[in-house]
């Protein structure tokens, strides 16, 4: 039995945003973006902290990085420890498990979360990033933890010798296909149109012998009694149905914004992203915001983190230039 | 050959120096027909000899005080105070992987060095008056699991109603057919209300209250 470890526990707390103190900048949310926000807001000078449901964001959901620059191969675990050990060197106080609800903007800005405390700061950092695109069609709220999976590397080693479907055409769905087909039996690809993952994925998923690919495919319902068992698919090309059997299906078609807590309080684009001009600012004065909730185009972990850098600065002259 | 190397343990003794008291850790195997047994003894016993809080006792599933226990799969591991008081934290399988971090801030839990909840939250938990047992059907290689497992414990620990533990899907195959676990973590509290994904302490109390 092949035994690895991936720990991910600090060996100090790290110290927790206080609701009574106005800070410079709150960041919400710790994924790359927020992280590396508070890095550079640090450095700068401001009191910073982070609130956030989780620590490490999306990229927990990884099993393996190979584009983050200086690191040819990392967990996505190892990377986010490395960036949240990093942040930890200044003190930054966060705070986890918590989650915003709203924003308002009074003298101050303030958070209020849903355990009903209310942060403080001159600035604020939206960093939410996304969340899994659902598929919207019947059977897949219901059978949900039931075979419906959005994370391949948490559910996967559950299909062993099993039959799946990976539903996407990116990198994330050709990544979780090449892991899949080392743990199930059989992985069907479903995607509507074609490919756009990395050619260096593309290659690699061309030598598994396991792997069945449907291009110009929909999936128009999955079904089940308990579980699942088939799911109907649509072929565009001969305008037929058929009934696919398969035991699990997982779901990688992109993401959604985060922005639920910002109840229209910034201008957000035809996707749902919010609007932010070249320097992380919002259409409200002394709100920015970075990642993948924003509106640049490419959702990858050294962009967000780029992105952070890039609102950290910004909040930092705002607050220099007394504008606040 | 070790398990854990030598890297891993000198992180692992830094988060150690955390441990208030001594636990006492109870693992109880079986000599047939458990495959993953004499790995997980290995396991447990690298870990407990990183820190000399930490008390390894290995069973026999025929032992007296392994029935005691109410221990009913194997490998489990039970994890009491320095009394010997058994606030029913259980890890059923190795908790390797990720589950590592479980399996450290359990042990951190029950020394009585845990995170301290804000008070309106420990007022919450210490009301639970009737029998909970939460079971937590995980795999190794879930990143979210471990969150969903150390708040079962905590609310274990914290009130002596609560019974938690951590089930390895793959290992124990069986109950997790039984329980339709096909995404992790899946959270079963008292057999019918099912939780999906780390959820926070929050939707814990909220299916407990409704109970
Ligand atoms: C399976 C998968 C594989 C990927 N592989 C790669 C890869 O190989 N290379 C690469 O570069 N990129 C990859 N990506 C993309 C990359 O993970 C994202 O672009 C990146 O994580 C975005 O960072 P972020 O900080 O903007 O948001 P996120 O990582 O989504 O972090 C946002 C954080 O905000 C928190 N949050 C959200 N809302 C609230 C709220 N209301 N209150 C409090 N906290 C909140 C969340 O808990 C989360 O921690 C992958 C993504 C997935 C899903």
Redesign the interface.
Known sequence: ?A?????????T?SKRVESDKLYDTLIIGGGPAGLNAALYAKRKGLQVGILT??V?GQV??TKIVENYLGYSKIT??ELMKEFEDHVKEYDVPITD?I?VKKIECKEYKEIHT??NKIYKAKTIIIATGSLPRMLDIPGEKEF??????Y?A??????Y?DGIVMVVGGGNAAIGSAIDLSRIAKKVMIVHRSKFRADQILMDRLSELENVEIYLGTVINEIKGQ??MTHVITFDKDSGKEKSIDV??IFIEIGHIPRTECLQGLIELDDKGEIIIDANGETSEPGIFAAGDVANVKYKQIIIAAAEGAKAALSATEYINKGKH | MAMIDDNSKNQIKTIFEQLKEQVNVVLIVKKEECETCSDTQTFVTEMTDLHEKLVLEVLDESDDKAKELGVTMYPAIVLLDKDNKDYGIKFYGIPAGHEINSFIMGLIEVSGAGEVLPDDVIARIEKINKPIDIKVFITLSCPHCPGAVAKAHKLAFMNKNVNAQMIEANTFNEISTKYNVSGVPKIVINEDTELLGDQPLDAFLNSIEGL
Do not use: P, T
């Open positions: 039995m035994i690895d470890f991936s720990l991910n526990i600090g060996a707390k449901q989780k490490g927990l959901d996505g675990e498990e989650q849903a355990n949900y933890g039931k075979g419906v999976s994370c590397i948490c559910d996967g080693s559950l062993q308990s579980r035991e699990g």
